[in-house]
């Protein structure tokens, strides 16, 4: 599953450290929060064995993709 937008862009940097728990971008806009959506989303996506992956470039914007295993593949 993918979820795409056209908002700011991420800087690099930033996706490296996203979902950490805590974890701010200096660029983000003030919308508030802790920084623990993307770190807690993670977690429970792990716990599943599945992972996220996020890609932010002016060609494609920012797209986070979530694999999750099949039915039958999971352990």
Do not use: C, W
């Not at 064995?49 to 060609?59: E, K, L, M, Y």
């Amino acid at each position: 599953m993918s979820v795409n937008n056209d908002g700011p862009l991420i800087s690099p940097t930033d996706q490296d450290h996203l979902f950490e728990k805590f974890y701010q971008a200096d660029n983000r806009s003030n919308v508030g929060g802790l920084g623990l959506g993307l770190a807690i989303a993670s977690r429970i996506i792990a716990l599943h064995q599945g992972r996220i992956t996020v890609v932010s470039n002016p060609a494609d914007h920012t797209t986070f993709t979530v694999y999750l295993p099949s039915k039958g593949s999971a352990k």
